[in-house]
């Protein structure tokens, strides 16, 4: 079974970070185009960040610079590596791995809730 | 960026009703356009992937249409099961967007 679990999400003071996790099952990870998508509470989805099977990494603008998508192959995880911590960073976390040969997401984790506050 | 547009951004309907969401791309995305369903608590269901192809084990009762800007996902006959939020993604181009999200309520 294709199965994504997110983990590392908390609590964490403005200008603080954190690094969260997403153990994949099923599937191979550096195989597959991953990506990060938040949603602050009671709002929409917004995507954040994408890995390519080849390594290349790009992220949307209002993270660009504090946060970091990367892989272990050898653990079959994605992580992100967020920095400078804002209050709008304050969302559900889910990972999710791209439809081969397409943009669009499936499967999705289960999400990891980020609180950024004093 | 792509700006996606969805309508109404919330419905209220009665179990077997059709009911049509709409989503407007702020450029021209061909067909690059998926639909997902979300419930309270959970993560997003891929439901329609290329604007009009059914994911397997979708019900039939969800269909999509459309190309280039225009885009309407239609629930053909609305199930108990299928109060939820749906939200349109353009996958065209990066960054990848979503539209706002309608929200299925119970009338």
């Known amino acids: 079974e294709v199965q994504l679990v997110e983990s590392g999400g908390g609590l964490i003071q403005p200008g603080g970070s954190l690094r969260l996790s997403c153990a994949a099952s099923?599937?191979?990870?550096?195989?597959?185009?991953m990506s990060w998508v938040r949603q602050a509470p009671g709002k929409g989805l917004e995507w954040v960040s994408v890995?390519?099977?080849?390594?290349?990494?790009y992220y949307e603008d209002s993270v660009k610079g504090r946060f970091t998508i990367s892989r272990d192959n050898s653990k079959n995880t994605l992580y992100l590596q967020m920095n400078s911590l804002r209050g709008e960073d304050t969302a559900v976390y889910y990972c999710?791995?791209?439809?081969?040969?397409?943009?669009?997401?499936?499967?999705w984790g289960q999400g990891t809730l980020v609180t950024v506050s004093s | 960026d792509i700006q996606m547009t969805q309508s109404p951004s919330s419905v209220s309907a009665s179990v077997g009703d059709r009911v049509t969401v709409t989503c407007r791309a702020s450029?021209?995305?061909?067909?690059?356009l998926a639909w997902y369903q979300q419930k309270p608590g959970k993560a997003p269901k891929l439901l329609i992937s290329?604007?009009?192809n059914l994911q397997s084990g979708v019900p039939s009762r969800f269909s999509g249409s459309g190309s280039g800007t225009d885009f309407t996902l239609t629930i053909s006959s609305l199930q108990p099961e299928d109060f939820a939020t749906y939200y349109c993604?353009?996958?065209?181009?990066?960054?990848?967007?979503f539209g706002g999200g309608t929200k299925v309520e119970i009338k």
């Open positions: 290329a604007a009009s």
């Open positions: 890995i390519y099977s080849g390594g290349n990494t």
């Open positions: 450029q021209v995305i061909s067909s690059w």
């Open positions: 999710a791995r791209h439809v081969t040969g397409a943009y669009w997401f499936d499967p």
């Open positions: 099923g599937f191979t990870v550096s195989s597959n185009y």
């Open positions: 993604q353009q996958a065209n181009s990066f960054p990848l967007t």
